[in-house]
C-alpha cells in the first residue's frame, strides 16, 4: 500500500524529469521555484560567475536551446529535445560539419547497456560531447554528420536554495541534496523530492532543534554553500544529512562520515538497525557525494550519508536507465521514514540524571504493578533500564542501544520518568 | 571430600530452614541472632515502620502465628505449620468462609511443577492468598472453605546486620547477602551462611582493607541499609560482592556490575577464570537482586555480584523445592574459595615500581640460577615479569592477566622483590 | 638474484666466523674494529672492568688462548681450536687430570642433536666447561681425561661501538644489535652486518632523523651502554629496533615492545604487513634480547625487536649449526630492505592539515584529470585520501592503514601536495 506522502513526492519526481539542470542554468532555477511552490519558505540564491569559493570559482552559466547530431540526409542522432542526456554537460556551442571518424573523440556511449544513454559532463574543461545508446551510435554510418549545438556558456549565476526551520534551540540539523543531475530519477530528484518532504512535515512539528535544508549543485554547489555558511554551521551543527538516491525499494545503505563516529553515524547507524534490518554499510572511501565537502578536514561537520540504493552500486546509475520506473512511492516513503525517525530521536535523545539514590517505588508513582511472582517485571523493562543507566554519562541511545532496542522504546517512558521528576535533564 | 567448613555452612543452613523469614519480623530477627553467635560482632538494627529511606518508607512489621484452609470437614489446606510457603508472604489477617470460586482469586500454585509450593509475596499492596502445590490445589473440591489467617502487620521495625572489620585502611570491601526469604536453601540462606564464614576467616587474617559484611532483607534492607551509610560507603568501597544463590554446585556464575567496569568486575571475573574455568557470565540486564540498589546511579558502587546457579535460572528457584538438598558443603566451599581469593586478590593486588633502570641481575638479590643454557629461565618468568612490567601504571592483576596466569602466582614473588628493595609500592 | 648489497653482508659475516666473541675480550674489539673498517664514523669504547651500570658491574675480561680435552694417549676432544664453541663461554684456566665420571659435571652435549655443539656460558659463576657434540662425547671412554684451559679471566675491560649519524632534527632512530656469541652466523653476525650495512646507506641518505646505531655484547653490554647514554635517548629517541637473527629467509618476524603500542611497533607492523605479507608476531613474554633493557620500566624505550626467523625457534638456534648455510644474500637483503622501507616510513611520516576547506580543484593545481565518467578518479585515490584525512590528528602512517595501502603508496602525491602548498605539516 502507498502511502499519500509516498505518492506525493513520486509525482514531484515525475514533473521535474524532463528539465535539463546542470550545475548551473534555467533547470536548476525551475526546479527550485517548482520546490519552493510545495515549501514556501525556501529561499532561492543567485551567486554570480566568478564568485571565488575556497579553491574554486562559481563557472559561467550554461543554458541549451538545441542540439543534435545530423547526417547529411537530414536524419538526426542524440537529439538534445528527446532526452537532455543527449548532450555532455556543458558542451560549448557548435555548428560544424565532421566525418564520422572526426567525430568519434565527441561521442559516448556504454558497449554493454546498449540501449543506455550515459551521463558525461565535462564542466572545467572546454569541449562539446554527445552521448547516446551504443545501439543509436552503431546505426552512424561512415558520412559527414553536423554537431549542432545552440547553447550558452557565459558569465551568469549559480543558484541554490536552503531553508532554515528554526526551533527551541539554535542547534542546527543539516539536511543536504542536490539537483544538478539532468533527467534522472533516482539520482537525483529523489533526494530534493524527500528532503522537502521532510521540510513540510517539520513546519508542523514541535521542534526542539533548527533545520536547515540544502538545495544545492553537487560539488561546486556544496562547496559555495559551504564558502558563505561555514562559521554557522560549524558552531551550530549537531548532526547532518547528506540525502541521495533515495528513491528505489531495493536497499538502505549508509556511508560513514571521514571518521565514522559523529552524532549523525550514531543516530542513522541506530535507525537502520531497527527500521531496516539488514541494510548495507560503507566506508568513507566510497564517498562521492556532497559529504566530501562537509566531511572535509577544515569543514568536518557532523554528516552521514544516506541512500537507498548508494550511487554507483545500481545498475541504472548514470544513465537514461534511471528513470521513472526505478523509482517508487513505497521506496520514497521508506526513505522519508528513517530521516524522520532520525530526526525524531535527535529531538528526543540526551543526557538525563535520576534525582534519587536507588531504584524508586515506581509503583507509588504510578509507574508500577504491585505482586511479586515469578515472570513479572517483563513489561516494565524500559522504564527500569532507561532509570538504571539515567547517569548523567549515557545518553537515551546509549541505553537503546545497550539493551538493544530502538530507542523510540524509550519515548514514553521518558515522558513519565520527568513528568513525575525522577529523572531531570543535564545541562550541558 | 568436604571441608568442616562447608559442613558447618551446611549446618547453619539446617538449622536456620524453618524460620519464617520475610522483609520484616521474628523470623529476620532470629536468624540475625543466630549468625551473631557465630559472628559476635555482628551489629542488629532495628528501624521503626514509617522511616523514610530516599523514595520508600519502612513497612509495617509482619508476624504470622498461624494460617490454614480449611473445609468444612475440617481438612486443612495450605497450612502455615506444615511449610511457610504456604502463606503470601505480608498476608494480612483474616478470617472468613468463602465458596472456593470466591477463593480461587487469593489462590497460588504452579501446573507445570505440581509438587511445588511456589513463592509469592505482596509486600506493598494490602490483601491476603495461599500458595500451594497444584496436586494439593487440585484436590480442594467445590465447597465452602475458611481462610484464616492469624497474623499481625502493624507498625514494628525493619531488622537488619551488619560488621565492619577494621584493617590498616579505612578503605572498604563490601559483601553483601539478604536473608528475607522464608524456607528456602539457595536463595537465600546460601548467602548468609557464605558471608558469615568469610566474617569468621576475615577476623582472623591479616587485612589492609576494611571489610563491610550487611545482612539486609532484599530491596527495602538495602535502600533502608544505604539511605543511612551511602556517604561512607561512597567515599571508602573499593569493591563490594553482592552475594546470592551461593550453596549448590551446578555451576558458577557472574553478573556484572551496571557498567561491567568496576574493579570488583575486574577480581570477580579474574578469579573466576581461574577457579572456575568455565562460568556463566551476565549482564546487568539480569539484574535482580540488591546490585539493583548499589549499582543505580547516585548510590554507583562498584558491585559486581556472584552466584553458583544465579537466581532464576535454576528449575528449583522460588520455591518449596529450593531445598537441602539443592544446597551441599562443597557447593558452599566453592562459593566461599571464590570470595576468599577476590579478597587474597584485593589484598595483595597495587601498583609498583621498579626502583632501577634494566633487568636487575636477579641472582645477586639470591633470586636467579646462573648458568644460562637453552631452555633456562622458563620458572622464573613470574619474577621476571612482574618486575618488567610494574611500571606503576600496571597493577598486579593487569599483569597477570597479560600473562594469561591467577594473581595468586604472583604472590610470592612480589614479596621477593619488595623484601630486596627492587620495587616499591605507588602511592595514590 | 643476490644484490650485491646482500653479497657483501655474506661476505663480512664468513670474514668474521672465526672470532672468539663473547661479552668481553679481544674477538668483539677485532670484531667492531673489521666493522669500523667498512663504517669509518664508528666508535669504539673500552670500559673498564668494576665500573658499576645501574645493578650490575662491568665483569672481569675474558680471553682464550687455548683449551681442549686429552686422554692418556694424546688424543683431543672438544679441542678450542677445531670451533671455540667447544669452550663454555667465561670458563676458567684448569690444567687437571680427571676422571671422565668427574669430568662429566663440566661436559655439555645434546643427545637429540648428536652432530651439534651446544652454545653455553657460565659469565657469573666462577667455574670451567667444555661443550662437545654427542657424537664426539659417546666416544669418551672411562679413563683419565686432562682438562686443559689456558685462558685469562681478570681485569680489563668490556668493547662496545656506536655511531651517530646526525640529521637534520637531534630527534633519534635506535638500531642496536649484539655481537658477543662466538661463531655463529645467524645469531648472531647477521645482527652487525645488517645495521653495518644500514649505517653505510644512512650516510648517503638525505636524513631528517639522527641515527644511533648500537653494537654491544647482549645484556651486559646494553645495560652498560643504557647506563651511560640513557637521558640523552630517552629525551631524543622517537623509535628503536633491537636487530638480531636477520640472515636466514624461513620467516620475517616482529617481537613487540613491552606493551606493544610504540612508534616502532606501529612501524614495524606496517612495514611488514606489506612487505612479507605473513610473518610471525610476538608478544613481549616472548622477549630475549637486548629489547628486556631497552623496554624495561625506568628505561622504557620505543624499542621494538625484529627478526628473520626468531631466536629460539629455529633448529640451529645456539649450535654449532648456525652456520654459514643458515644465512645467505637473499635473507639479509631482505632484513635490510625491511629496516630500510622502516626508516624511510618513519622519515616521510608527520601529521599534516589541508590548508583550504573542502576539496581542492586539483585539476588547477595540475593534479587531476578533468572529465568526469562512470569509472573515473581510481588512480587518484591516494591523492584524495591523503588530503581528505590531513586533519591534524592523522599522520600519513594512519591514513596509510586506514586505507589499507603500504604508506610508501602516499610519498609522492605528499610531495605534490607539499609542493603545491595544500598541506602544511604540524608542528608539534
Redesign the interface.
Known sequence: MTSSRGDDMYAWIRDLMPLNRSITGDGVRQTLRYLQDRLPDLEIYEVPSGTP????VVPDEWNVREAYLEDETGHRFADFSRHNLHLVGYSEPVDQWLTLEELQPHL?SLADKPDAI????????RGWGFCLSHAERQKMKPGRYRAYIDATLKPGHLTYGDVVIAGESNREVLLSTYMCHPSMANNELSGPAVVTALGRWLQEADRKFTYRLVFVPE?IG??TY??RN?EIMKTNTVAGFQVTCVGDDRAYSYLES?LGNTYADRILRHVLHHHAGAYDSYD??N?GSDE??Y??????LPVATFCRSKF?TYPE??TSLDDLSVVSAEGLQGAFDVLKQCIEAIEVNARY??T??????F??HGLYP?????GSGIDI?PLR?L??????DHDVLDIAER?GRPISDYFAVLNSLLNVGLIKPCVG
Not at 534519587?356 to 517505588?361: K, L, S, T, V
Not at 532509570?387 to 548523567?392: C, E, H, I, L, V
Open positions: 569559493a575556497f579553491d574554486w559516448y550515459p551521463y558525461v559532463t565535462s564542466y572545467y574543461q560539488t556544496s562547496i559551504l564558502s561555514l571521514r568513507f572511501t564517498r566530501r565537502q566531511c572535509s578536514p577544515g569543514v568536518d554507483g546509475y548514470h540524571q535520576a534519587i539514590p536507588c531504584e524508586p517505588r509503583g507509588k504491585n505482586v511479586d511472582t515469578v523493562r533500564d532509570y538504571a543507566y539515567s547517569d548523567g539493551m
